[in-house]
């Protein structure tokens, strides 16, 4: 079973910044794909941003410009940096990997606030 940690989440106030970090209990070296997801009340869950295989990077437009993803090989973690932070960007955050295309797993979610 792969495990997943997330954390750096929290209040902001509009216009801030956090980092979110994704800990793998597995290598990340040759993942499928890897990125992050957040799913505001009421909403369906949505990708936020994301690698696959290759290096292709994904990003949802609503956060073009002001997210990045990242990722550490050595330590197994994947990194969410959000600035320019909108109240529209409150959700919980989640972490998942697909070692395959046929497998899948998810962090717990970690919760980020931005409200003046």
């Known amino acids: 079973q792969v495990q997943l ?6 209040l902001v ?6 980092r979110l970090s994704c800990v ?3 290598s990340i070296d040759m993942i499928y794909a890897m990125g992050w997801y957040r799913q505001a009340p009421g909403k369906q869950r ?11 990077l994904t990003y949802a437009d609503s956060v073009k410009g002001r ?5 550490d090989n050595a330590k197994n973690t994947v990194y969410l940096q959000m600035n320019s932070l909108k109240p529209e960007d409150t959700a919980l955050y989640y972490c998942n990997i697909k070692p395959t295309r046929s497998t899948d797993y998810w962090g ?9």
């Open 108 to 116: 717990q979610g970690t919760q980020v606030t931005v409200s003046s």
């Open 13 to 18: 106030q509009p216009g801030g910044s956090l």
């Open 24 to 26: 793998v209990s597995r």
């Open 5 to 10: 940690v997330e954390s750096g989440g929290g």
């Open 67 to 71: 997210f990045t993803i990242s990722r």
């Open 46 to 56: 949505e990708l936020v941003a994301r690698f696959t295989i290759g290096g292709t």
